[in-house]
T-cell receptor, first 115, second 113 residues
Framework: DVKVTQSSRYLVKRTGEKVFLECVQD?????MFWYRQDPGLGLRLIYF???????EKGDIPEGYSVSREKKERFSLILESASTNQTSMYLC??????????????FGPGTRLTVL | GEDVEQSLFLSVREGDSSVINCTYT??????LYWYKQEPGAGLQLLTY?????DMKQDQRLTVLLNKKDKHLSLRIADTQTGDSAIYFC?????????????FGSGTRLSIRP
């Protein structure tokens, strides 16, 4: 079974702090994604990566950056957290590039609260 | 542009059928998906349908696709309390780099006794 794990289920940070959210997948997937989920808005793509050290902006990249130094690990970074970044963050991975059938496998999510 | 729309809430009686509807705008989508999110968990793929198909059935789940109207539906027969969850409709969006998926806002299904 594919397993996608996220470093924390719940996180509370203060405005202005630097925040790291870590995601690890154990199935040698090429693609990894970071979404945020907000009530009534569904999932919105922040960034994705299709290879080590490769990244592309999603729909809402402002205020975020990412890092993919190893194939299995994809980190989301909030350089200076703000209250409007309070949300549920979901990481996902899928097997191959450019394959429309690719199922995305999701982690359990990290609920981040910025005070 | 890309947009996937679905109603936010649906309430059904236990044992009845649930029908969750979705509309999408990208006619180039090759696959359409239904994901399920149980409370406190990530999303889990329920089923998907290729765009040249009209229907797909898998046990209690039936997916209907009307490509002309860009309308997708998920029918759950004999709805049980364990079906309580948020259901997301999604469409594939092939890009030059990775296979992206565009999600709807999710339909929260609640079950009445």
């Amino acid at each position: 079974d594919v397993k996608v794990t996220q470093s924390s289920r719940y996180l509370v940070k203060r405005t202005g702090e630097k925040v790291f959210l870590e995601c690890v997948q154990d199935m040698d997937h090429e693609n990894m994604f970071w979404y945020r989920q907000d009530p009534g808005l569904g999932l919105r793509l922040i960034y994705f990566s299709y290879d080590v050290k490769m990244k592309e902006k999603g729909d809402i990249p402002e205020g975020y950056s990412v890092s993919r130094e190893k194939k299995e690990r994809f980190s989301l970074i909030l350089e200076s957290a703000s209250t409007n970044q309070t949300s549920m963050y979901l990481c996902a991975s899928s097997l191959r590039r450019r394959a429309s059938t690719d199922t995305q496998y999701f982690g359990p999510g990290t609920r981040l609260t910025v005070l | 542009g890309e947009d996937v729309e679905q109603s936010l809430f649906l309430s059904v009686r236990e044992g009845d059928s649930s029908v969750i509807n979705c509309t999408y705008t990208d006619s180039s989508s090759t696959y359409l998906y239904w994901y399920k999110q149980e409370p406190g968990a990530g999303l889990q793929l329920l089923t998907y349908i290729f765009s040249n198909m009209d229907m797909k059935q898998d046990q209690r789940l039936t997916v209907l696709l009307n490509k002309k109207d860009k309308h997708l539906s998920l029918r759950i027969a004999d709805t049980q309390t364990g079906d309580s969850a948020i259901y997301f409709c999604a469409e594939s969006h092939p890009s030059s780099s990775a296979s992206k998926i565009i999600f709807g806002s999710g339909t929260r299904l609640s079950i009445r006794p």
